[in-house]
């Protein structure tokens, strides 16, 4: 008969840090995840949900299986999984799982159907959408919806944000959850504008899930919430996430070296860099190896703050500066189609990206993103200064991957004059750029770049 520590379930860790280990979760470990999960207001008892993802996922398992059985959930698996949208919309669940990348696809089909709509559609939705996303934008601020924010809202609820909801499968939806990876803070938002109350979900393989979660009407973009209850979490020197609770599991299968290693007076070393904020909730910044340090010892993740500097529309690739420094910075390059519609909108003429890229306007426009992002960090990891490039980081030139991961030490020797120029107080910097003209000729030009305070 199974009991408390009988093995209840065998499953892999994430692998981030390389070749991924056997979890070995018994039936204590699950339930306490459930038990935790459910204090915290994660979910209900008999809650509909649908079962789509892979349950080798300690995510899928946790939430289908583990507070499926345990609270009586109605468990709806897709035909196939050509099918799952459409049986998201049939099912309609009240509990919903998915990573930022269905979020994402599910805005795009929203914005892909709209473009087809007609003209007046188009307006309706716009007026709404812009009200609702204004009120959230607001709310998540720490502020109140305008007068007229708070009149429109019922009436969009019912021509926009209702319809919406209803042709996605949400109508129903009291918990939704994204997780694995930092979601998008445009599309975290139109979520909640919409009306469905997303919410950011910590936890790993070895925690049977649930570490920390969103409280609903206390969500900050940056954190991921409090520890849930029954969930002790502390910062160690070295900046690493430490986690107990009855939740944690007790040794990787067969690797009882790399278990010593985890598992440490009943703490588990998380891997993960990250810090509590004064009223606790828990910032994630990203894997421990990935730290590093400014000149005053600050620690820092760099993709970390590139990433919060990507969510802006505006901006499509960052590289930060900071390494053995007083200060951070970055190196910024814009979205030329954003960018580019934007300026349009505002009569902004251009010739070249390298033109758009130094434009008072635009460059304003960057230091509202940067300025966005500053208000997450600590002071002492604030973006002081940056440039807009006159290119874009080119895979053909070594500045990044063909999968746009950046080689951080190639655009730092590379852009070696924009990064002294920064460090010197300067107000601009001459870069000499390579052109190649259609008939195959290169030419060099000269480009003055505005080193922008922020």
Request: with cysteine; aromatic share 8%.
């Amino acid at each position: 008969t199974a009991g408390p520590s009988g093995r209840a379930v065998f499953v892999h860790s994430s692998g981030t840090t390389g070749k991924p280990k056997g979890v070995l979760l018994n039936h204590r470990n699950l339930l306490a995840g459930v038990r935790n999960a459910y204090r915290g207001g994660a979910f209900a008892f008999d809650e509909s949900v649908l079962a789509y993802l892979p349950i080798a996922w300690i995510g899928d398992f946790a939430f289908t299986m583990g507070a499926g059985i345990a609270l009586r959930f109605t468990i709806n698996i897709p035909e196939r999984q050509e099918t799952v949208l459409h049986d998201l919309r049939e099912i309609a669940p009240t509990l919903y799982l998915a990573a930022p990348r269905s979020w994402d696809n599910m805005l795009t089909t929203i914005q892909v159907r709209m473009e087809d709509s007609t003209r007046l559609k188009k307006w309706i939705y716009d007026l709404f959408m812009n009200s609702a996303l204004a009120a959230e934008r607001r709310k998540l601020e720490g502020g109140q919806p305008t007068l007229k924010e708070r009149l429109l809202r019922p009436l969009g609820e019912l021509l926009v944000c209702g319809p919406i909801k209803d042709q996605l499968g949400l109508t129903r939806l009291r918990h939704a959850f994204t997780g694995g990876e930092a979601i998008g803070e445009d599309t975290f938002v139109f979520y909640r504008a919409l009306g469905v109350k997303l919410r950011q979900l910590y936890g790993q393989t070895e925690t049977s899930a649930f570490n920390a979660i969103q409280d609903i009407g206390e969500v900050r973009l940056h954190t991921v919430g409090n520890p849930l209850p029954g969930v002790d979490i502390r910062i160690s020197d070295s900046g690493e996430i430490l986690i107990r609770s009855e939740s944690v599991f007790s040794g990787y299968y067969k690797q009882e070296e790399a278990s010593r290693e985890a598992l440490e007076d009943g703490w588990l070393h998380t891997g993960d860099a990250g810090y509590r904020e004064a009223d606790g909730h828990l910032v994630v910044l990203g894997r421990l190896s990935e730290v590093v340090h400014t000149a005053k010892g600050e620690r820092y993740i760099p993709n970390y703050i590139e990433n919060r500097l990507k969510f802006s529309p505006y901006v499509k690739d960052a590289a930060v500066l900071g390494r053995g420094r007083d200060t951070l910075a970055a190196i910024i390059c814009i979205d030329k189609e954003t960018v580019g519609h934007w300026a349009e909108m505002r009569g902004i003429s251009y010739m070249s990206y390298a033109d758009l890229s130094q434009e008072p306007e635009v460059i304003e426009l960057i230091a509202a993103a940067v300025k966005r992002v500053n208000a997450t960090l600590p002071e002492g990891l604030k973006l002081r200064h940056f440039v807009c490039l006159h290119k874009e980081f080119d895979a053909d030139d070594g500045e990044i991957t063909r999968t746009r991961k950046l080689r951080r030490s190639v655009v730092e020797e590379r852009y070696a004059p924009i990064v002294d120029a920064i460090y010197a107080g300067q107000s601009a910097v001459t870069m000499k750029a390579r052109i190649t003209y259609e008939s195959g000729d290169i030419g060099i030009t000269e480009r003055l770049l505005t080193v922008r305070e922020s």
